[in-house]
């Protein structure tokens, strides 16, 4: 066989960037990179891995830039070339938006929920809370669980339902949502909304702690909405509808919103419209711990952090997350089957004081 003939050579800097740019596999880029280091300084100096992510999820037009906080990166001043500080840069965003690209394909499948922030309204609050959306179950015990809005005299005030996601990078596939089935009234109605849309965001301002009660009323100043989809008929249907989105969407900010447009169902004893919903799931990949962001205000852009390239590492706050909305779930069944579980004593005293007791009683 003779000498290969590297058509880099032989090629105009227009027409490379017309072939390359062709490229929809983050795989076959991270190839290209790895063919020469002439290939690699064309990828990595002209940005390919950053114009791919940017194809494939258009929140990332708001990227301010990259960092990898565990890499120290010399300013000129101390390496006294701009030039260097410039490749290093370069370098920076190459294995992030590399890794990015391909994390968004690879990262397993999973309900990406947090926990739920508020609703704008709730018509039994908190029995009939915003949170109750989380648990699987339209029962739980003897008791329906579901969230309910006020009644409206007229049928198009829409609602919305406010969550955090798992992760502040997160990767939207589908949002699943099953309307609730009201089995105590006559005719069991159905509480559903005529159609659905959701907006991806971040919030304006630190949220309280994480996992408290969701508040009740929605204050739009809190919020910025990056990405809105399009309406999506609901049914009328006790079932878990699937709303698939066009094109997966990269949350950035880890916040979701479900408008929930319209009202089909009046209530009989009132005749008033009501939306009521039992469960939401959102399906994604969350992208933590391997990236973080920061919004930068008032501008709304964005650095993104580089954490680790591991794609084997867990999320913590996402699996501390999922295993408390477990036990909430185990406590629950076993309140309503009428199980007292009562404190532990950690210091081995064989009498427990009777108050102490009673208030850990569930």
Same mark, same amino acid.
């Given at each position: 066989?003779?000498?290969?003939?590297?058509?880099?050579?032989?090629?105009?800097?227009?027409v490379?960037?017309?072939?390359?740019?062709?490229?929809?596999d983050?795989?076959?880029?991270?190839?290209?990179?790895?063919?020469?280091?002439?290939?690699?300084?064309?990828?990595?100096?002209?940005?390919?891995?950053?114009?791919?992510?940017?194809?494939?999820?258009?929140?990332?037009?708001?990227?301010?830039?990259?960092?990898? +906080? *565990?890499?120290?990166?010399?300013?000129?001043?101390?390496?006294?070339? *701009?030039?260097?500080?410039?490749?290093?840069?370069?370098?920076v965003?190459?294995?992030?938006?590399?890794?990015?690209?391909?994390?968004?394909?690879?990262?397993?499948?999973?309900?990406?929920?947090g926990?739920?922030?508020?609703?704008?309204?709730?018509?039994?609050? +908190?029995?009939?809370?915003?949170?109750?959306?989380?648990?699987?179950?339209?029962?739980?015990?003897?008791?329906?669980?579901?969230?309910?809005?006020?009644?409206?005299?007229?049928?198009?005030?829409?609602?919305?339902?406010?969550?955090?996601?798992?992760?502040?990078?997160?990767?939207?596939?589908?949002?699943?949502?099953?309307?609730?089935e009201?089995?105590?009234?006559?005719?069991?109605?159905?509480?559903?909304?005529?159609?659905?849309?959701?907006?991806?965001?971040?919030?304006?301002?630190?949220?309280?702690?994480?996992?408290?009660?969701?508040?009740?009323?929605?204050?739009?100043?809190?919020?910025?909405?990056?990405?809105?989809?399009?309406?999506?008929?609901?049914?009328?249907?006790?079932?878990?509808?699937?709303?698939?989105?066009?094109?997966?969407?990269?949350?950035?900010?880890?916040?979701?919103?479900?408008?929930?447009?319209?009202?089909?169902?009046?209530?009989?004893?009132?005749?008033?419209?009501?939306?009521?919903?039992?469960?939401?799931?959102?399906?994604?990949?969350?992208?933590?711990?391997a990236?973080?962001?920061?919004?930068?205000? +008032?501008?709304?852009?964005?650095?993104?952090?580089?954490?680790?390239?591991? +794609?084997?590492?867990p999320?913590?706050?996402?699996?501390?997350?999922?295993?408390?909305?477990?036990?909430?779930?185990?406590?629950?069944?076993?309140?309503?089957?009428?199980?007292?579980?009562?404190?532990?004593?950690?210091?081995?005293?064989?009498?427990?004081?009777?108050?102490?007791?009673?208030?850990?009683?569930?």
């Amino acid at each position: 066989m003779g000498s290969g003939m590297d058509f880099f050579n032989w090629l105009d800097y227009d027409v490379l960037m017309k072939i390359l740019l062709c490229l929809d596999d983050p795989a076959d880029l991270v190839r290209v990179s790895s063919v020469s280091r002439t290939w690699r300084h064309f990828v990595v100096t002209n940005g390919l891995s950053r114009q791919l992510c940017v194809r494939m999820f258009p929140t990332l037009h708001r990227l301010d830039h990259v960092v990898e +906080p *565990s890499r120290c990166v010399k300013d000129i001043a101390e390496v006294g070339c *701009s030039r260097y500080v410039e490749d290093e840069n370069l370098g920076v965003e190459h294995r992030a938006f590399a890794f990015l690209a391909r994390s968004c394909k690879t990262f397993p499948l999973r309900d990406c929920i947090g926990e739920a922030i508020c609703a704008s309204s709730t018509d039994n609050y +908190p029995d009939e809370s915003v949170r109750n959306t989380l648990e699987p179950h339209e029962r739980v015990g003897r008791r329906p669980s579901y969230w309910s809005s006020k009644g409206q005299t007229t049928s198009s005030v829409p609602e919305t339902l406010v969550y955090k996601l798992a992760s502040d990078v997160c990767v939207v596939s589908e949002i699943n949502i099953k309307p609730f089935e009201a089995y105590f009234q006559w005719g069991s109605p159905i509480y559903s909304a005529k159609s659905v849309r959701f907006r991806f965001g971040h919030p304006n301002v630190p949220l309280d702690g994480t996992m408290s009660e969701p508040c009740d009323g929605f204050s739009a100043e809190k919020f910025t909405w990056t990405y809105t989809t399009a309406e999506f008929p609901m049914a009328q249907e006790n079932q878990l509808q699937n709303f698939k989105l066009p094109e997966p969407v990269l949350c950035i900010g880890g916040m979701l919103m479900i408008e929930l447009l319209g009202r089909v169902q009046k209530q009989t004893m009132d005749g008033m419209f009501y939306i009521c919903i039992c469960h939401v799931q959102v399906v994604g990949r969350p992208l933590s711990p391997a990236f973080g962001v920061e919004i930068l205000e +008032p501008s709304g852009h964005f650095t993104l952090k580089a954490l680790s390239y591991d +794609p084997t590492l867990p999320s913590p706050t996402a699996y501390l997350q999922g295993r408390i909305r477990d036990l909430e779930q185990i406590l629950n069944l076993l309140r309503d089957q009428g199980v007292v579980v009562e404190e532990y004593d950690w210091n081995g005293d064989e009498e427990v004081d009777d108050e102490f007791e009673e208030d850990f009683a569930l």
